[in-house]
């Protein structure tokens, strides 16, 4: 469980910092845009502020052996989250980029090995 709650924390955390440090690229990347000045700060929040959570929370819970069932409940939660909503956007919109078929396998890979995680663990 430490080793998936650390793999997580690194991707989250690489994420997080890429659109923290380089929103201008990372929507570049993402939508294919380039953002208002504007609209930079918005786009930090979301596309690195937010990501901030789920490193820190598991990094903590890897390192501390404290809230792991929590962290990968909180790991399943999210990815499952953004993996309904890329499967709908395959449906209503056609298939992604190079980069969003990455990120929902993914996704899909946090998600499946989180609830195996989470169905080994013994109930107390």
Same mark, same amino acid.
């Given at each position: 469980m430490q080793v998936y709650l650390l793999l997580a924390s690194a991707v989250c955390l690489g994420l997080a910092i890429m659109g923290l440090l380089f929103p201008q690229a990372n929507a570049?990347?993402?939508?294919?845009? %380039?953002?208002?000045? %504007? #609209?930079?700060?918005?786009?930090? #929040?979301?596309?690195?502020?937010?990501?901030?959570?789920? +490193?820190?929370?598991?990094?903590? +819970? +890897?390192?501390? #052996?404290?809230?792991?069932?929590? +962290?990968?409940?909180?790991l399943v939660l999210v990815s499952g989250g953004l993996l309904c909503a890329r499967l709908l956007s395959l449906l209503l919109d056609g298939w992604p980029s190079a980069w969003g078929a990455g990120l929902t396998i993914l996704e899909a890979g946090i998600l499946l090995l989180g609830l195996r995680l989470l169905l080994r663990w013994p109930l107390h």
């Open positions: 570049q990347l993402l939508l294919h845009v %380039t953002l208002p000045d %504007t #609209a930079l700060g918005e786009w930090r #929040a979301r596309s690195g502020g937010v990501l901030l959570v789920p +490193a820190c929370f598991c990094c903590y +819970a +890897a390192l501390t #052996a404290r809230g792991q069932v929590s +962290a990968v409940l909180m």
